[in-house]
Structures are given as structure tokens and as C-alpha cells.
């Protein structure tokens, strides 16, 4: 079992962390401070599990820029063992409540909200290469042609089929 929170930072400095822990079926390890985003809070972190590699997406910086970072499950446990958090691709640097799933071949997808203002709406974005690259971000829910004020927490599921199925809260 791996569990990834987010906790204020403590010591005076700014910001939050991302913890993370894990459970191996007879002991936990310490939790520790793994990732951060380069600026501000870090939030709403989403991890899986795919093949011996985990995947953590969350919502960061000063608006909620959405990151991701990966580490091998053997060097989860310590900060260096995870990548630099990437800011994925996004029409806005505002953004809120990432959800990520891989498919059968281990592409990564993501759904996303930018909730408010003028491009509001649900966004997604995938990687075929691990999350080394991700393509450009595409409106899945145009919110504000809508009429919507505001759209958020997308959740994302995938059938066997590799077919992509995403619901929102208005």
C-alpha cells in the first residue's frame, strides 16, 4: 500500500509537502517529505502504482498549476528518488483537482479543472512514454461557453477497451 498526502511545512518555512508512505504487508515505513512544488502549496496529490514505478500528480504553485513527478517504488521513500516535478501542459497556470489512471499499456492520462475564469473548464492531457512527455492539453468541457461559473473535481476512469470516461462536479 502507498499513501502521498500533502502537510504544511514545518519549521518556519513556506508552503506544503508532499508525504508519503508505504505498507509492505508487515511493516510501514516512516513517513518523509518527498516532493514540493517549485513555488507555493502543494495539493490534491493523486498516486498510482504502474509496473515497479509510481506516478504522483498534484495541484501546486501559486494558483494550482497541476505537476507530476514519478519514482521507481524501491526509491520512493527518499526525496532524491523522485523525478523533478514537471508542470504539465495547461492553457492556464491556474488548476485544481488532478485525476490520473494508466491504460492497459501503460500510457498515463490526466483529467484536470481550471475552475474559474475565462478558460474554466476540464482539461486532459496523457503520456505515452512513462511521463517523459505529455501532449498539449485539450478541452474536454468548455465551462464557460457552457454558461457554467464554475466546473471542478474531475474523476477518470478507464474500461479494458482503453475507453476514457470523465465526470465532473458543476
Known amino acids: 500500500v502507498h499513501v502521498m498526502w500533502s502537510e504544511a511545512q514545518i519549521a518556519g518555512q513556506p508552503g506544503t509537502v508532499l508525504m508519503y508512505t508505504r505498507w509492505d504487508g508487515t511493516q510501514r515505513i516512516e513517513p518523509v517529505a518527498v516532493l514540493r512544488s517549485p513555488e507555493g502549496k502543494a495539493e490534491q496529490p493523486v498516486l498510482i502504482v504502474v509496473g515497479d514505478r509510481l506516478h504522483a500528480v498534484w ?46 499499456r501503460g500510457a498515463l492520462h490526466v483529467v484536470y479543472a481550471v475552475p474559474v475564469n475565462e478558460k474554466r473548464g476540464i482539461y486532459y492531457t496523457r503520456s505515452d512514454d512513462g511521463g517523459k512527455n505529455w501532449s498539449e492539453a485539450q478541452l474536454v468541457f468548455d465551462a464557460a461557453a457552457a454558461g457554467w461559473m464554475v466546473a471542478d473535481h474531475p474523476s477518470l476512469a478507464i474500461d479494458e477497451r482503453g475507453m476514457l470516461y470523465v465526470a465532473w462536479v458543476r
Not at 508542470?87 to 490520473?100: E, I, R
Open 59 to 104: 495541484s501546486g504553485g501559486q494558483y494550482g498549476q497541476i505537476y507530476y513527478s514519478r519514482a521507481y517504488v524501491r526509491d520512493a521513500s527518499t526525496p532524491d528518488g523522485w523525478s523533478k516535478p514537471l508542470p504539465l501542459p495547461a492553457p492556464s497556470p491556474v488548476g485544481s483537482s488532478p485525476a490520473l489512471v494508466a491504460d492497459l
